[in-house]
């Protein structure tokens, strides 16, 4: 187990199964996902089973098991942003980072995720880099975006 994985075990002494989401919640918060290993750590401190840790992690969408880039990129895919030109956005983004939906940049400096909705529509097409939004987007736009995290001006 290393040792920040025991300083958040630590956090809940009684090891109770009411524990596991805020558990999850706080390994995921330090490490930025869940991996195989935390599991088994987690299954071990809370007699629990593996499977059960990973059953109940995956029905919730707030738990990953792939790390992330530095900047998580998610693009907006719904209704209106499709028909804003987000493919458009899309592909403009793969060819910068040379990374597809799903993937991590090979510095691991960037993922990228296609998401359904993302709540406004009228700032069509978007995308959301951590906790940054950029609105109205399009192919141009997306080059001096990421050039602009990339030389750590965002």
């Not at 999850?24 to 499977?51: A, K, N």
């Not at 609105?135 to 050039?147: A, E, M, P, R």
């Amino acid at each position: 187990m290393d040792d920040q994985t025991s300083v958040i075990l630590s956090r809940y002494p009684r090891g109770h199964r009411d524990c596991l989401i805020p558990i999850l919640q706080d390994i995921q918060q330090e490490y930025g996902y869940l991996s195989e290993s935390s599991v088994t750590e987690i299954s071990r401190y809370l007699g629990l089973p593996s499977s059960k840790i990973f059953g109940l992690a995956t029905f919730y969408n707030q738990f990953r098991f792939e790390p992330r880039g530095r900047f998580h990129i998610r693009i907006c895919h719904g209704t209106s942003c499709h028909v804003s030109s987000a493919s458009e956005i899309i592909k403009e983004l793969g060819k910068k980072l040379r990374i597809a939906p799903g993937e991590i940049s090979r510095d691991g400096m960037f993922s990228l995720e296609l998401v359904a909705c993302m709540g406004a529509c009228h700032l069509a097409p978007l995308m959301q880099v951590n906790d940054n939004y950029h609105t109205k987007l399009d192919s141009g736009s997306i080059n001096d975006i990421i050039d602009s995290y990339i030389e750590g001006e965002d």
